[in-house]
């Protein structure tokens, strides 16, 4: 199975949180795939964590190397394309599913790749099916 993960699964990967063990769990024998951006996302996630004292200043570097690393080897890196700025657009204008930007941006590239979304966020998650994403 071919798994796009979200920054919401990246950080609890790289984070101990409560979802970490969940994250760690869900991603055994699938093909994993981490667009651009969600490495942003990831990154922004742990910048913001790190400014507010959840992640130690002299860790976050060594969080951001552990990550590439980890996206190298045993992921693949998916570049965003540009059908994916229409397909968001077209999410996000579905007022019944009231997703922001993001969101729609992830869902728009796992449904693009054909890939199952794995994500902790429980909007995106219910939003996935109506946009034929399937969620893990």
């Excluded at 009231?98 to 199952?116: E, F, K, Q």
Aim: hydrophobic share 50%; aromatic share 6%.
């Amino acid at each position: 199975m071919n798994l796009y993960l979200d920054a919401s699964v990246l950080v609890a990967m790289f984070v101990q949180e409560a979802d970490s063990l969940r994250a760690r769990q869900g991603i055994i024998g699938a093909t994993l795939l981490v667009s651009d951006f969600a490495a942003a996302e990831f990154s922004s996630a742990i910048s913001r964590r790190t400014r507010i004292g959840e992640v130690l200043s002299t860790d976050a570097p060594q969080i951001l190397s552990a990550f590439d690393i980890w996206t190298t080897q045993c992921t693949t890196r998916v570049a965003l394309t540009p059908s994916d700025g229409p397909t968001t657009i077209a999410c996000v204008r579905r007022l019944d599913l009231a997703l922001r930007s993001p969101d729609a941006l992830h869902l728009a590239i796992a449904h693009r790749l054909g890939a199952t979304l794995f994500s902790f966020d429980a909007k995106m998650n219910a939003a996935a099916p109506a946009l034929g994403v399937a969620v893990a």
